[in-house]
């Protein structure tokens, strides 16, 4: 942070305050540590579950008031008119609310209306304030200075810029940090929209889609609380790298009920096979929903004889035409689990109309009891058999005439065929399924068995990369909830991305969303950005140019080499970038970082690997990364090695190479042998 032109005493007096607010925060915490948890007796499981809730929030509430060491109390204060909020003049604004223990607050939380002003006052809108301040922290959370924008006099324009400039360029240690203190107005638009509808922003590298989603669920646990601790709240990021990446944001916001899980992880059935890129294409394909219902609905049968029930010596007769229309006015009209159980109880319904023909006055008890007997079972499984999605999968998977007949015009002949198995396993029961198996299976399941699907709130960041089969099942776990999608077309890098937005937003269920665009780059120089954006006519001929909001200085370095010296010129570009402060990663396709990683260290620099822990971003300043995992992360200085075989690595390998080169905050080295793609040819 710029260090600001402030009167010591004035600094003192501020300090002297943040110690304040401190030891207040230090008293809340004390107190929720010696308050008593209230526990109900008794052991059924409603007492039980009420307790474990109770112990829950409680835990929570005291993780969320411990006093991160390196995370400022406050980072901003508005100075109003008098009288425009009651009993203060001077609000300051921070990660959470601090009061005094007399009920005064001390801090206020950036989420409460009275912190909008702090984000979105202008000189030509300053809604009642007179003065915005901005305070300078040190790394360990030191105060060392404010600067201050009064809203009054004349328009002292770029003062909050000079400080989202050094915010943004203070050099890089460790995972993400929150960005609470410098949030742009058409960020906080966003942040603070409201939960329904679902919005889908879409943005260029680094515009601040994550730092956007991240605070406004932080926001939304503000300002919904109760309903969404109900359902929940879930992020879905693209991988283990990526959500240890972020995983410090929300806890720094004094978030720490919420879960960030890659979308695997969601679905729990483990990926034993692995599909090739055309066969997940086609799997992940919407086509494939329509398909599935064909298939399923396919075993239904057509009964050839009826129902002969027997009661004493009387018999009841449910004839085969009649259980044919039965089953065709079921067929279709609900889930497949439910018209198995309707059809028994139908069946059993006509039987006792006939009891009740010959007198009879049989109850419901009766109709059960019909419906559970040998005759009426007999039918319904023949005609209405038991399913799991397993046993339908593999059908289709297995059965090209079985395919052929449920793909319908849906699939093309290629596409069937992409879909078969080499080797089908001999029964269901031991098929190995691949990771775009679980989607179908659990649109299988939904068929059969309609679930609830209860989630408050679903974050799907990256999710230009998710198949339609995979929103849909992320749809069906927030059929009431709502969504913010984050994304960028430019970045799709599967085979199977379902494509333009509002398709995205169909396929989850949230046609009624909003796609809302960020253009501002705050990540990455404006040299950068516009030499990245050189491959955009090719890989999202539709978007526009992205800009920078600033320039750096020698941003942008190219250096050929020879292949033979291509590993020393790796080694050199790491050591001139260690030179300066902050993150470094060397990036290269996934078969040669290895190779590199291993120059590197034999060079004497410590370099540990992206992918093998959490704590790999943390535990050495240099990284290597692959170049599969290098989404949605940044580094100070990023040294890319030899494009052209990131883009030979993969079918949208220029995707990739986007990805690749818009890591980087302030430096970019570009280390290659063989030609660049031709876009990026100087
Ligand atoms: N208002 C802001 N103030 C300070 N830093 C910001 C702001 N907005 C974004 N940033 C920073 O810019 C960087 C990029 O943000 P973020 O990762 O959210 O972008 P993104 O749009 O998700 O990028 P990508 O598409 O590459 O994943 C982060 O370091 C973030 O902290």
């Given at each position: 942070?710029?260090?600001?032109?402030?009167?010591?005493?004035?600094?003192?007096?501020?300090?002297?305050?943040?110690?304040?607010?401190?030891?207040?925060?230090?008293?809340?915490?004390?107190?929720?540590?010696?308050?008593?948890?209230?526990?109900?007796?008794?052991?059924?499981?409603?007492?039980?579950?009420?307790?474990?809730?109770?112990?829950?929030?409680?835990?929570?509430?005291?993780?969320?008031?411990?006093?991160?060491?390196?995370?400022?109390?406050?980072?901003?204060?508005?100075?109003?008119?008098?009288?425009?909020?009651?009993?203060?003049?001077?609000?300051?604004?921070?990660?959470?609310?601090?009061?005094?223990?007399?009920?005064?607050?001390?801090?206020?939380?950036?989420?409460?209306?009275?912190?909008?002003?702090?984000?979105?006052?202008?000189?030509?809108?300053?809604?009642?304030?007179?003065?915005?301040?901005?305070?300078?922290?040190?790394?360990?959370?030191?105060?060392?200075?404010?600067?201050?924008?009064?809203?009054?006099?004349?328009?002292?324009?770029?003062?909050?810029?000079?400080?989202?400039?050094?915010?943004?360029?203070?050099?890089?240690?460790?995972?993400?940090?929150?960005?609470?203190?410098?949030?742009?107005?058409?960020?906080?638009?966003?942040?603070?929209?409201?939960?329904?509808?679902?919005?889908?922003?879409?943005?260029?590298?680094?515009?601040?889609?994550?730092?956007?989603?991240?605070?406004?669920?932080?926001?939304?646990?503000?300002?919904?609380?109760?309903?969404?601790?109900?359902?929940?709240?879930?992020?879905?990021?693209?991988?283990?790298?990526?959500?240890?990446?972020?995983?410090?944001?929300?806890?720094?916001?004094?978030?720490?009920?919420?879960?960030?899980?890659?979308?695997?992880?969601?679905?729990?059935?483990?990926?034993?096979?692995?599909?090739?890129?055309?066969?997940?294409?086609?799997?992940?394909?919407?086509?494939?929903?329509?398909?599935?219902?064909?298939?399923?609905?396919?075993?239904?049968?057509?009964?050839?004889?009826?129902?002969?029930y027997?009661?004493?010596?009387?018999?009841?007769?449910?004839?085969?035409?009649?259980?044919?229309?039965?089953?065709?006015?079921?067929?279709?009209?609900?889930?497949?689990?439910?018209?198995?159980k309707?059809?028994a109880q139908?069946l059993a319904?006509?039987?006792?109309?006939?009891?009740?023909?010959?007198?009879?006055?049989?109850?419901?008890r009766v109709q059960n009891a019909v419906a559970r007997s040998k005759p009426v079972k007999t039918?319904v499984?023949?005609?209405?058999?038991?399913?799991?999605?397993?046993?339908?999968?593999?059908?289709?998977?297995?059965?090209?005439?079985?395919?052929?007949?449920?793909?319908?015009?849906?699939?093309?002949?290629?596409?069937?065929?992409?879909?078969?198995?080499?080797?089908?396993?001999?029964?269901?029961?031991?098929?190995?399924?691949?990771?775009?198996?679980?989607?179908?299976?659990?649109?299988?399941?939904?068929?059969?068995?309609?679930?609830?699907?209860?989630?408050?709130?679903?974050?799907?960041?990256?999710?230009?990369?998710?198949?339609?089969?995979?929103?849909?099942?992320?749809?069906?776990?927030?059929?009431?909830?709502?969504?913010?999608?984050?994304?960028?077309?430019?970045?799709?890098?599967?085979?199977?991305?379902?494509?333009?937005?509002?398709?995205?937003?169909?396929?989850?269920?949230?046609?009624?969303?909003?796609?809302?665009?960020?253009?501002?780059?705050?990540?990455?120089?404006?040299?950068?950005?516009?030499?990245?954006?050189?491959?955009?006519?090719?890989?999202?001929?539709?978007?526009?140019?992205?800009?920078?909001?600033?320039?750096?200085?020698?941003?942008?370095?190219?250096?050929?080499?020879?292949?033979?010296?291509?590993?020393?010129?790796?080694?050199?570009?790491?050591?001139?970038?260690?030179?300066?402060?902050?993150?470094?990663?060397?990036?290269?396709?996934?078969?040669?970082?290895?190779?590199?990683?291993?120059?590197?260290?034999?060079?004497?620099?410590?370099?540990?690997?992206?992918?093998?822990?959490?704590?790999?971003?943390?535990?050495?300043?240099?990284?290597?990364?692959?170049?599969?995992?290098?989404?949605?992360?940044?580094?100070?200085?990023?040294?890319?090695?030899?494009?052209?075989?990131?883009?030979?690595?993969?079918?949208?390998?220029?995707?990739?190479?986007?990805?690749?080169?818009?890591?980087?905050?302030?430096?970019?080295?570009?280390?290659?042998?063989?030609?660049?793609?031709?876009?990026?040819?100087?």
């Amino acid at each position: 942070m710029p260090e600001a032109p402030t009167g010591p005493v004035e600094l003192d007096s501020e300090r002297a305050f943040l110690g304040e607010a401190q030891a207040a925060l230090a008293r809340m915490y004390a107190d929720v540590l010696v308050r008593d948890i209230p526990v109900i007796g008794g052991e059924d499981n409603d007492e039980r579950f009420t307790n474990e809730a109770n112990q829950r929030a409680h835990e929570q509430r005291t993780l969320a008031l411990v006093d991160l060491p390196d995370v400022p109390l406050f980072f901003g204060r508005l100075d109003y008119e008098h009288g425009t909020i009651d009993g203060m003049d001077r609000i300051y604004i921070g990660r959470r609310h601090v009061h005094d223990g007399r009920g005064e607050p001390l801090v206020i939380d950036w989420r409460a209306p009275v912190s909008v002003p702090f984000y979105r006052a202008t000189h030509a809108d300053r809604q009642r304030v007179l003065l915005r301040r901005r305070y300078g922290f040190s790394d360990s959370a030191e105060l060392t200075g404010f600067e201050d924008e009064p809203m009054t006099g004349p328009d002292s324009h770029g003062q909050g810029d000079t400080f989202l400039r050094a915010e943004i360029e203070r050099p890089r240690t460790g995972p993400m940090r929150d960005i609470v203190a410098t949030i742009q107005p058409e960020q906080d638009d966003l942040v603070r929209a409201p939960l329904h509808p679902s919005i889908c922003i879409q943005g260029a590298p680094g515009t601040g889609k994550t730092a956007v989603g991240l605070h406004r669920v932080a926001y939304l646990l503000y300002t919904e609380r109760e309903r969404l601790r109900r359902g929940g709240v879930v992020i879905v990021g693209p991988n283990r790298s990526f959500l240890a990446y972020i995983r410090k944001v929300l806890p720094a916001l004094g978030e720490v009920d919420v879960r960030q899980i890659t979308i695997e992880e969601l679905f729990t059935r483990p990926a034993e096979a692995i599909d090739s890129p055309e066969t997940a294409r086609v799997k992940g394909d919407g086509r494939m929903s329509a398909v599935l219902v064909r298939a399923l609905w396919s075993f239904l049968g057509t009964p050839t004889e009826g129902v002969l029930y027997s009661k004493g010596a009387q018999r009841f007769r449910v004839h085969d035409y009649q259980a044919q229309e039965i089953v065709a006015a079921l067929r279709g009209s609900t889930g497949y689990a439910a018209g198995r159980k309707a059809l028994a109880q139908r069946l059993a319904h006509a039987v006792l109309v006939m009891m009740e023909q010959r007198g009879e006055s049989p109850d419901d008890r009766v109709q059960n009891a019909v419906a559970r007997s040998k005759p009426v079972k007999t039918l319904v499984d023949s005609v209405w058999p038991k399913l799991v999605a397993e046993q339908v999968l593999h059908r289709i998977l297995s059965d090209a005439e079985f395919l052929a007949q449920v793909a319908g015009d849906d699939l093309t002949a290629a596409e069937q065929a992409a879909l078969l198995w080499a080797k089908p396993a001999r029964g269901w029961k031991s098929a190995k399924w691949s990771p775009a198996d679980a989607f179908l299976l659990d649109e299988l399941d939904d068929l059969i068995e309609r679930r609830a699907g209860s989630l408050g709130h679903l974050v799907l960041d990256e999710a230009q990369d998710l198949s339609a089969m995979q929103l849909r099942a992320l749809g069906r776990r927030c059929r009431t909830g709502s969504a913010t999608v984050l994304g960028d077309v430019a970045q799709a890098t599967s085979p199977w991305a379902a494509g333009a937005w509002d398709r995205v937003l169909g396929h989850l269920d949230k046609a009624d969303g909003q796609v809302v665009e960020l253009n501002r780059g705050f990540r990455v120089p404006e040299q950068i950005i516009k030499f990245a954006a050189r491959l955009l006519p090719q890989i999202a001929p539709a978007l526009g140019v992205p800009t920078g909001v600033r320039t750096v200085a020698d941003a942008l370095a190219v250096v050929r080499t020879d292949a033979d010296d291509l590993a020393a010129a790796v080694v050199e570009a790491c050591r001139t970038a260690l030179a300066r402060e902050g993150s470094v990663a060397l990036i290269a396709a996934d078969d040669q970082i290895g190779a590199l990683q291993a120059e590197l260290v034999g060079a004497g620099l410590q370099a540990g690997l992206v992918g093998d822990s959490d704590d790999a971003m943390e535990a050495t300043r240099l990284v290597c990364v692959p170049a599969t995992l290098a989404k949605g992360l940044e580094f100070d200085t990023v040294v890319v090695a030899e494009p052209a075989r990131i883009v030979a690595a993969e079918a949208r390998g220029l995707q990739r190479l986007y990805v690749v080169l818009t890591r980087a905050v302030s430096r970019l080295y570009l280390v290659h042998s063989a030609p660049l793609p031709e876009a990026l040819q100087l």
